[in-house]
């Protein structure tokens, strides 16, 4: 009798850790906004470990340069930290989650029907960033619809009180009007808090559905672009998986990425307005994971 009821402990045991393992992640449906999960500690490691080196000091100081880091490592105690993190700018292909997200709640609203060519120009539109895919879905949804997603009181994606967020006004083409969000009249905007927050929410499985959210998680799986924080987690963490989503125009560079593996569970997000932004993106990763390691530390 005790075997008996110590294997059915373990295996539900078994059956929680892999709930815990599996995205988007199990919850009891309240999940707390990503402002309250501010967490001082980690925001002084972040603040330190950026301001150290002068270039990104500068950029900072210019509100060049944004950064949103996530602490996913103790998902009973999830901690934010970010800087400029409320500072619109423009994020060029970065916000094509918007658009993603907006064609995931049209499909699920009956809005929108889930074809093979809906299917594979959602997954050129992240992958590989197609700007003509891109293009066709944002005329599928429309912008009216994709700013009404962003701005649904489930979500709060965009946000005036908080400097704005996510917005799509522009196709990926040199036609078509434009439907500028109003705070600076960008077309394709982002703040890296609500870039954060988009992921935070996708892992709990509060985008659209849970099964919703575990579509979209398949489409940002395994990017076709290994460059900025791609590039550098494909050397130290090769066997991690990675969700993704970045941007480049210009002097404008962004990337978005959702770590999760067995050693590292994060989410990170850059803006920079800088022709270095590139390699200055790459060069984040491990500052990051310094930031991470130091308030595992500290939290012992």
């Not at 449906?29 to 980690?42: F, T």
């Not at 989650?97 to 699920?108: F, P, R, S, W």
């Not at 998986?241 to 970045?246: A, E, F, G, I, L």
Request: charged letters at 25%.
């Amino acid at each position: 009798m005790y075997k008996i009821k110590f294997f059915i402990t373990i295996f539900f045991i078994a059956i929680q850790v892999k709930a815990q393992r599996t995205l988007p992640l199990q919850t009891d449906g309240v999940i707390s906004p990503i402002s309250e999960l501010q967490d001082d500690k980690l925001q002084q490691l972040l603040t330190y470990e950026i301001m150290r080196n002068p270039i990104w000091k500068q950029l900072i100081k210019n509100k060049q340069m944004s950064v949103g880091l996530v602490d996913l490592s103790d998902l009973n105690d999830i901690k934010y930290a970010g800087l400029n993190d409320k500072e619109l700018m423009y994020a060029a292909s970065l916000p094509k989650i918007a658009v993603l997200l907006a064609a995931m709640d049209a499909i699920e609203n009956g809005e929108l029907k889930e074809t093979k060519e809906v299917k594979r120009d959602m997954r050129l539109m992240i992958s590989k960033s197609d700007n003509r895919a891109s293009t066709r879905m944002i005329d599928r949804v429309g912008y009216e619809k994709i700013e009404a997603v962003l701005r649904a009181p489930k979500t709060k994606l965009y946000d005036e009180e908080v400097g704005g967020g996510l917005w799509v006004g522009k196709r990926y083409a040199a036609g078509g009007r434009r439907y500028p969000e109003p705070l600076k009249g960008l077309s394709h905007a982002a703040t890296t808090l609500q870039v954060c927050s988009f992921y935070y929410q996708l892992v709990l499985g509060n985008l659209v559905s849970t099964d919703r959210s575990k579509e979209m998680l398949d489409i940002m799986k395994d990017p076709a672009l290994h460059h900025k924080f791609v590039n550098t987690l494909d050397k130290i963490a090769p066997n991690a998986k990675v969700y993704r989503k970045s941007g480049s125009w210009k002097n404008y560079h962004s990337d978005s990425a959702l770590v999760w593996g067995p050693k590292r569970k994060y989410i990170i997000v850059a803006l920079i307005d800088n022709n270095l932004g590139e390699q200055i993106i790459r060069d984040l990763v491990l500052p990051f994971e310094n930031v991470l390691k130091k308030s595992k530390l500290a939290s012992k």
